[in-house]
């Protein structure tokens, strides 16, 4: 059998997201921010929207192109993040690109299926793949920061 | 050419990657270095590591022979006039910049026009992007046609008396397509435009004759060519040369210096700025010296049975899209339907076998194409049928892989 290690990799909650994406789309309106990030070396591209009250993601969205491994990382990261507080999200995201680095890293919190990419630690070229759209939910909470500041 | 023997003189292709054979195809981002080349630049550093053309001490003269032998190398490998028109520079990027910014912004006005092509790399797209943004210069395309071809007679009316400079890559590192540069140069001269050859993917796989071609300015990387990365080449006409300012100033490229100006040195080092990678230099001319003892034509007709026998297994694979023209320079860019380029490498390289995947910096390339990425497999003399054999295979098993999964 050839690609024995593969599936470790490409596992089938894996590549149920990325053929079922979950939560695809775009918000707009009150409270909403929107960000583009892409992975410039490899052309993976991410749009996240956010809609955000009293502190908490209270619903996202995401659009993208790319590989298995960053949209369905993306995918994954919509339902993980939906509902929780902004602090919350924060700590995750941590979590997440640590783990998939194959640091040490808190059990504690609920990645959900997202878990299932701990496996791209062991492929460190991928690893960008996988933290995509975590960073574009940085940049977003970011950005709404900026803007609440603004007002 | 013994193909066996060839492979023993690279010593990096002796191992084993996630448990196989390494099979290297990943030509076009950089080649794979024999050990002549490495041994050469281990004996500068041991044996007479020292700066060029300042000091008059005895290592200081055997670095500075050595640093012109291989200038000289170079001008004898691709047939320029003189060794003063052989620029040494950290490679193709910087050559192509040099240009854009030594002759383009000087020369360049408003409503000038520069043209390049749809597949180059961006390394001959975004310099130009920036003169032509600075100096109010147009930046127009010649068309493409669907096989990532371009047609003379298009070519010909699209250059006009306006067009200033034609900037056409050789060969598509995409597409593996072959640009008939010595017919575009020509209608480039009848319009009094100069001509800018990208040489960074068939120097390395072709012979190459800077005069043949009548190209004005001619740029590639030693590293693509077995040489060291950080070395490369710009040849310039002559006239054309001594005509540009430098673009960098400082040690090693003047005449005299006052406290309020200076003169410049002679052609080559007036472009030439700060002390220069001499290893790369010497080493890029032990890669010349290694290409040239297994001749180049050589080279070229056992790459076209590379490349004929790797487009025809993968367009025999269903599911699988090839990209580019029939006949082609070493390369096959191709997409397995319902898999990214990454994925597909990912499996790959747990096989052992090294493609790149991506847009392999042609972005406007790829949107004429309709896909974001694709996977590139690059062939050099030192790779073997079996290789071959074995990325189709490999691709197959992709294909039932994810084919499973799913």
Redesign the interface.
Known sequence: MLFNNLDQLYRSVIMDHYKKPRNRGTLDGDNCVTVNMNNPSCGDKIQISLQLKDNKVVDVKYLGSGCAISQSSASMMTEAIKGLDIEKVHQLTFDFSEMVQGHEHNDDLDLGDAEALHGVSQYPARIKCATLAWKAVEKALREADKESAQQ | MDIQSVRQDFPILKQQVNGHNLVYLDNAATSQKPSSVIQTMVDYYEKYNSNVHRGVHTLGTVATDRYEEAREKIRRFINAKSEKEIIYTTGTTQSLNLIAYGYGLARLGVGDEIIITPMEHHANLIPWQQVAQKTGAILRYFPMEADGTLDLEKVRVTVTDKTKIVSVTEVSNVLGTVNPVKEIAKIAHEHGAIMVVDGAQSTPHMTVDVQDLDADFFAFSGHKMLGPTGIGVLYGKQSLLEDMEPVETGGEMIDEVGFQSATWAELPWKLEAGTPHIAGAIGLGAAIDYLQNVGMDVIQHYEEQLTETAYNLLSKIDGVTLYGPGKRSGLVSFNIDG?????VS??L???GIAVR???HCA?PL?SCLKC??TVRASFYFYNSLDEIEALARGIK??KE??GH??
Do not use: K, N, R, Y
């Open positions: 898999v990214h380029p990454h994925d990912t499996a390289d747990s096989e995947a991506g847009h972005q790829m974001e990425s098993e992709t892989f994810f999964v799913v």
